[in-house]
């Protein structure tokens, strides 16, 4: 069963930090692209940054020099640092993977999503 769980969510003031990790199961996460998503309320689902297979990366302007991606081969989960957050921040973040499972189907998945709320 492929599944991506998001955990580390919640709620900051402004300038905080916070840690989102994303537990991958049923599939080669090591040949998958991984992603993290955001979708405030009343918004479209927007892209926030990725990290390759080949662990590049990268980031939507409106975050780049604040949050960091990285992953863990070993555990295969992706995490999100978020540094600086600020109350556009708000929003429900997904885990996205992009790539085989563990039955080699080709797929896009993703998680039930994570909640952080930015506020004073």
């Known amino acids: 069963q492929v599944q991506l769980v998001e955990s580390g969510g919640g709620s900051v003031q402004p300038g905080g930090s916070l840690r989102l990790s994303c537990a991958t199961s049923g599939i080669i996460f090591t040949l998958n692209d991984m992603y993290w998503y955001r979708q405030a309320p009343g918004k479209q689902r927007e892209f926030i940054a990725g990290i390759s297979k080949g662990r590049n990366t990268s980031f939507a302007d409106s975050v780049k020099g604040r949050f960091t991606i990285s992953r863990d081969n070993a555990k295969n989960t992706v995490d999100l640092q978020m540094n600086s957050l600020n109350p556009e921040d708000t929003a429900v973040y997904y885990c996205?993977?992009?790539?085989?499972?563990?039955?080699?189907?080709?797929?896009?998945?993703w998680g039930q999503g994570t909640q952080v709320t930015v506020s004073s």
């Open positions: 996205n993977a992009v790539g085989p499972t563990m039955t080699w189907i080709m797929a896009r998945t």
